[in-house]
């Protein structure tokens, strides 16, 4: 019977990260409590401070926050978002590799040596830094864009406005490649824990599935993750007056990232499955072959009773076939449907203009002709 894990804690996960060690362990601040103070930020940013400036309101020369509907969308809606999952991810990254911890063979002596490479792996100072840095980049090409629009636009009213921005975006970049960071973190290690036991088949029920279907219900919530974050991708149709040139390649990056972060975490749990495939067919074929021969030594002696050789070889022969179909990837066949809904979804207004332009060049076509 397997042991309960409780040696990985969500403090293995946050490494040497200082924001979430001080957000979490210094004040206390829960996914949902951080997520409302990120909300709160940003009514007293876009109200507040806008309207103690005069830029709340749309005036002639500046563009005010009430009809910025772009950042209205990132502060209350995308950047909550972000930072909710910022604080949830180790959470559930604990969560998920406890389920899988507790059914690996060997269970005391396993358990233990995965959890000391996990914690390896999470507490390197590179993770956080290279994020900083990443942050500390955005800030600078923040401020500089900030110049172009000093005095016009209300987020650039003045130095006060546009530190909060600046600040705002350098924490949701860092929280962002941070989040990016751990995830790809969790997938080399479970990628190294797979082959450690057997993976059985995910249309079983979850309690004999060895934790796989949390790993996959794992890369779906993150899916889901990146799926917010490109809403300004999916969005920008509507809100910006004109499409950058660059925007069809941005819409190409993130539907290959989201699939990408997806199948990461699972990739080693495919290849097992398909070795695993593989080595079961060969055994088949070998036992095929055998019966086979032994069939034919029989017929060549004229041997009466060979109808139980036949109808082995018929077993061995429907085994082989219910084999070569067997499911490989370690999700439901529903979970595809699941992602690419979840990866489609921020790009609905893109899809359906797209449509709409298709249609249109149809019927003018067909009525034309």
């Not at 972000?82 to 389920?99: D, E, M, N, S």
């Not at 690996?104 to 993770?127: H, T, Y």
């Not at 699972?266 to 080595?279: F, P, Q, R």
């Not at 084999?323 to 893109?350: E, H, Y």
Request: glycine share 6%; aromatic share 14%.
């Amino acid at each position: 019977m397997a042991t309960k894990v409780e040696c990985l804690v969500p403090q293995d996960i946050y490494g040497s990260d200082p924001l979430i060690r001080t957000l979490v362990e210094r004040w206390n601040f829960s996914p949902a409590k951080w997520a409302l103070t990120v909300i709160l930020f940003g009514l007293s940013y876009m109200g507040v401070l806008a309207l103690a400036f005069g830029y709340l309101f749309p005036r002639e020369g500046i563009i005010a926050s009430s009809r910025d509907v772009f950042n209205q969308l990132n502060f209350l809606i995308i950047f909550p978002g972000i930072a909710f999952y910022y604080l949830w991810q180790p959470l559930k990254i604990v969560r998920t590799y406890t389920v899988l911890l507790s059914s690996i063979r060997n269970q005391c002596d396993e358990m233990d040596e995965q959890a000391n490479a996990i914690r390896k792996l999470a507490v390197g100072k590179a993770w956080w830094l290279i994020c900083l840095a990443l942050g500390l980049l955005m800030i600078a090409a923040g401020t500089y864009d900030c110049f172009f629009k000093f005095g016009r636009w209300w987020y650039a009213a003045n130095w006060l406005m546009i530190l909060g921005l600046q600040l705002a975006r350098g924490f949701i970049i860092y929280m962002v490649t941070i989040t990016f960071a751990r995830h790809l973190a969790v997938s080399l290690r479970l990628n190294q824990i797979y082959n450690h036991f057997d993976i059985l088949s995910p249309i079983l029920p979850p309690s004999q599935t060895y934790g796989i279907h949390a790993v996959s219900n794992y890369a779906n919530g993150f899916v889901v993750f990146v799926a917010l974050i490109g809403l300004n991708i999916g969005l920008a149709p509507v809100l910006s007056t004109r499409l950058e040139i660059g925007y069809p390649y941005q819409a190409a990056f993130y539907l290959i990232l989201s699939g990408i972060a997806f199948l990461l975490p699972l990739w080693g749990a495919h290849s097992e499955m398909v070795k695993s495939k593989n080595h079961l067919l060969d055994n088949l074929s070998f036992q095929y072959q055998n019966e086979y021969n032994q069939t034919l030594m029989k017929l060549a002696n004229r041997d009466q009773v060979i109808e139980d050789s036949f109808k082995r070889l018929k077993s061995i022969e429907e085994a082989y076939e219910l084999a070569k179909r067997c499911w490989v990837w370690p999700f439901n066949t529903s979970m595809p449907i699941k992602v690419t809904l979840t990866i489609l979804a921020p790009l609905g207004v893109v899809i359906t203009q797209a449509v709409q332009g298709f249609l249109s060049n149809l019927i003018s076509n067909i009525l034309g002709s």
